[in-house]
């Protein structure tokens, strides 16, 4: 098995011989939820880090898009320890053409962990650069994210390179049960449907492809749109096509000339119940098409989500938002009941392609 990355992260002189790095295993992803949830309690005591969705991003089916290693102590002949837990962990996502996502946690009580973090931040660009390579690109953006109220998160991206480029509401409004049924129809002229599925309970593969395209043109005017393959799109959002919540998938359609058009699409997940509240509605993806702007779309959706969540006797609809949309979506949600309970920062930096590392290894 390969236990270290063909070209790991340059570990601070501070910690040479103390740590080192290797890829992750199973036996990892208890450790890092738990450091993932001690950072996430210092700003929201209540809440904690997804482990299913952790699990498959370090050792599932959505690692095979991101490079990653944790840091370990270096056992006695030099190699990663294998038995003892991970003080950190750095992946790069390979989200889209031109864009990198970056993601990490480093432990509090991590020794020189302000130069540790500073090595497993360089390691992102050296990562970024060869993403940019692969896909023919001169540079890619790299994108993090951080928590309003995590300083230190800030501070260590700041130091590294990043700005804070965006602003993001993280919005909840309520359900109540009458709303399977009382919220009004969609405009005239429109509708709103699941996609359709067949016996064996997959989509139709021309609703699957619609929703993706729908949701591409509609962001191709976002300030931070980068396109994504239909097979980027899927894989991204989907571990298990047979386990997964295709009846969270929905079209909207305008009626032109007589007949019904793709007018957008929306993508929503189950949020498990937890002490804090009972299980809820998260809204991934929702998006209008540009020539289908004014005619009540949104809204449409907005409401089969609603009454879907109602319907199920769900407590909450969760959804986020630029805080500065230029479509004024922020308004709309508001307006509709939604309120503002998070906010998080988006930081960006780049990486400059550069040569493959298997012909050209990168200066000791």
């Known amino acids: 098995m390969l236990l270290t990355d063909h070209v790991p992260p340059i570990m601070p002189a501070a910690l040479e011989g103390r740590l080192t790095t290797r890829v992750p295993i199973e036996e ?8 993932a949830t001690a950072e996430i309690r210092r700003h929201t005591p209540d809440e904690a880090a997804d482990e299913a969705g952790l699990r498959s991003r370090m050792v599932g089916l959505k690692s095979w898009a991101r490079r990653q290693v944790v840091v ?13 837990p991970p003080i950190a962990w750095v992946a790069l996502e390979d989200r889209a053409t031109g864009r990198t996502n970056v993601q990490f946690v480093i432990g ?7 130069e540790l973090a500073a090595a497993l931040l360089d390691w992102a660009v050296e990562v970024g650069g060869s993403f940019a ?24 991206l700041r130091t590294a390179g990043y700005e804070m480029a965006r602003t993001w509401l993280h919005m909840r409004r309520p359900v109540t049960a009458d709303e399977a049924t009382s919220l009004p129809a969609p405009r005239e002229g429109t509708r709103v449907r699941p996609v359709h599925r067949h016996e064996s ?11 993706h ?9 976002h300030f931070n749109s980068y396109r994504e393959s239909f097979a980027e799109f899927v894989q991204r959002l989907i571990e298990n096509p047979d386990e997964a919540g295709w ?11 007589g007949r019904w058009l793709p007018a957008g699409g929306l993508v929503a997940a189950v949020v498990p119940a937890t002490e804090a509240h009972g299980e809820g509605t998260y809204l991934e993806y929702l998006g209008v098409h540009r020539s289908a702007r004014g005619h009540g779309i949104a ?3 907005l409401h089969a989500a609603i009454a879907d969540a109602a319907e199920r006797g769900r407590d909450f609809v969760d959804l986020e938002v630029d805080d500065d949309s230029p479509t004024g979506a922020d308004g709309l949600y508001a307006a509709m009941g939604w309120e503002t309970y998070e906010r998080t920062q988006s930081w960006h930096s780049s990486a400059e392609m550069h040569p493959s590392r298997l012909l050209e290894p990168p200066p000791a």
């Open 28 to 35: 990892d992803v208890p450790a890092i939820v738990a450091l």
């Open 72 to 84: 370990v102590p270096t056992a006695d002949d030099g190699t990663p320890s294998l038995d003892q």
């Open 108 to 114: 509090r009580d991590a020794p020189a962990r302000d």
């Open 133 to 156: 390579r692969a896909r023919g690109v001169e540079r890619t953006q790299l994108h993090a994210d951080a928590n309003e109220l995590d300083a230190d998160r800030g501070r260590l």
């Open 201 to 211: 309970g997959l989509p139709v593969s021309q609703d699957v492809r619609t929703v």
């Open 213 to 221: 395209r729908m949701l591409e043109e509609s962001f191709a005017d």
């Open 247 to 257: 009846d969270h998938w929905w079209i909207a359609e305008i009626q032109r000339e």
């Open 299 to 301: 809204k449409a959706l």
